[in-house]
Nanobody, 118 residues
Framework: QVQLVESGGGLVQPGGSLRLSCAASGSILSFDAMGWYRRAPGKQREAVAVLRTGDITDYADSVQGRFTISRDDAKNTVYLQMNSLTPEDTAVYYC????????????WGQGTQVTVSS
C-alpha cells in the first residue's frame, strides 16, 4: 500500500513563502503523475499543481507564477514551493499520486494546513 506523508504547512504572513513536501513510501517513478490539491473552508477541492511523466507541469491559474512543483526521485519526494502567498491560499493541502494501467490507483496523503494571515 502506498503511503504519502505531507509536511511543511503552517502559518505565514501574506507575501511569505512555504515549501510543502510529500514523501512517498516507495519509488515515485512508478507513478504517472503526482500533484498537489487543496481544499479551502467551504469550497471544493481543487488541483493546484500536477507533475506528469516527462516533467510536464500543470498549474491552476490562481497560482501560476507563484507556485512551483518539483520532484526528487532519489528521496521519493515531491515539493510545492509557494511564494507570494495570499489569504486566498489558506487551505488544507493534499498530495496525490496515481498510476494508470494494470497497477492503476490513486493515493492521497493526510493533508497539511496552510494558513496565510497577518
Amino acid at each position: 500500500q502506498v503511503q504519502l506523508v505531507e509536511s511543511g504547512g503552517g502559518l505565514v504572513q501574506p507575501g511569505g513563502s512555504l515549501r510543502l513536501s510529500c514523501a512517498a513510501s516507495g519509488s515515485i517513478l512508478s507513478f504517472d503523475a503526482m500533484g498537489w490539491y487543496r481544499r479551502a473552508p467551504g469550497k471544493q477541492r481543487e488541483a493546484v499543481a500536477v507533475l506528469r511523466t516527462g516533467d510536464i507541469t500543470d498549474y491552476a491559474d490562481s497560482v501560476q507564477g507563484r507556485f512551483t512543483i518539483s520532484r526528487d526521485d532519489a528521496k521519493n519526494t515531491v515539493y510545492l514551493q509557494m511564494n507570494s502567498l495570499t489569504p486566498e491560499d489558506t487551505a488544507v493541502y493534499y498530495c496525490n499520486a496515481y498510476r494508470l494501467g494494470p497497477r492503476a490507483g490513486s493515493y492521497w496523503g493526510q493533508g497539511t494546513q496552510v494558513t496565510v494571515s497577518s
